[in-house]
């Protein structure tokens, strides 16, 4: 991933909820890899919250090829089904 990052040298991520009505944002701009800082932990227990992000942290250690990758948004998308559907 993060050769294909460099290369390219821009990314799109998007987040979207899983139970109707569904609802997304989609970001897309350039891309910055950075040496990864420190453990992972802190960042997989707010996402996955702490039994499961404990578990994402340890099998998923920060080694010496680990990359931050910093994403600048010039472009936001947004929908909210729930908004055309009520």
């Known amino acids: 991933k993060a050769r294909l990052l460099r290369a390219a040298g821009r990314a799109t991520m998007t987040?979207?909820?899983e139970t109707p009505p569904y609802q997304y944002v989609s970001v897309?701009?350039?891309v910055e890899l950075v040496p990864a800082t420190?453990?992972?932990?802190?960042?997989?227990?707010?996402y996955l919250g702490p039994e499961l992000g404990r578990w994402y942290a340890d099998h998923n250690p920060v080694g010496p090829d680990s990359v931050d990758v910093q994403l600048r948004p010039e472009h936001w998308r947004t929908f909210d089904f729930g908004k055309v559907m009520g």
């Open 15 to 17: 987040v979207q909820t």
């Open 38 to 46: 420190g453990d992972n932990l802190e960042m997989a227990t707010r």
């Open 28 to 30: 897309e701009g350039p």
